[in-house]
């Protein structure tokens, strides 16, 4: 199950066979064979075990995906397809603790109306790695409006690259919005979201005056309230 088909946390194995020049197959072991990491992501957990019948077997985990590559030689000299390549995949098991959902208008942080905003999820394995988007259902909704009376219009999700989801969205309502966010069902810790939008720059059409009273006209003398409301 190794080479290109192990999963991290589990147990990966190759099995080695070793032959004389002219092909025949060892029936004893202790050949001098060693597998030694040569690059890759992180850390293999490398062992070698010796069958003693001319049959080895190489066991390799490590809990981050990537592509990694392992050095193997018999008294020193490559075996024929040394370095060996190697793939350690995700679990594809997307745990919502891991789980990380952002964005410029997510609280404490908080944005402006009138700008093209988007949430961005990024859904990962016990392991942290990055899962595979093509196996998620990724939903984000409004569930409840605490200023403005209208939903967040989000639309989505959009795949953004490999690993990130987007729900994007253009309000014009300034006020606190609840987003709720599931990853095959299950929301993440944060959820729902807060996402704090502020109102935006003043606009001079849409401001307007205000005096402390009905009358247009007053006394001479007498002090006005002339207040400006952006």
């Known amino acids: 199950n190794g080479v290109h088909g192990a999963v991290v946390g589990s147990l990966a194995a190759i099995n080695f066979a070793l032959f004389d020049k002219y092909g025949n197959p060892q029936v004893v072991g202790g050949a001098p064979l060693k597998a030694v990491q040569a690059s890759g992501p992180a850390a293999l957990d490398l062992s070698l075990v010796d069958h003693a019948d001319g049959n080895y077997t190489l066991t390799y985990s490590s809990t981050v995906a990537g592509d990694y590559a392992v050095d193997v030689t018999l008294a020193g000299t490559a075996i024929a397809g040394s370095p060996l390549p190697l793939t350690l995949l995700s679990t594809n098991k997307p745990d919502v603790s891991k789980t990380l959902v952002s964005g410029p208008g997510v609280a404490p942080s908080g944005s402006h109306v009138g700008r093209n905003l988007a949430l961005y999820i990024v859904a990962r394995d016990e392991f942290g790695n990055v899962i595979d988007p093509a196996l998620l259902a990724v939903a984000a909704n409004v569930t409840t409006v605490a200023a403005p009376l209208a ?74 309230n002339i207040s400006l409301v952006l």
């Open 151 to 224: 939903p967040l219009p989000l639309t989505g999700p959009t795949l953004l690259n490999a690993s990130i989801f987007a729900f994007e969205y253009f309000a014009t309502l300034a006020g606190e919005y609840h987003v709720s966010v599931t990853v095959d069902g299950v929301p993440p810790p944060d959820s729902p979201l807060l996402v704090v939008l502020g109102p935006s720059t003043p606009d001079a059409t849409t401001s307007t005056i205000a005096t402390s009273s009905q009358q247009l006209v007053h006394p001479a003398g007498t002090l006005v």
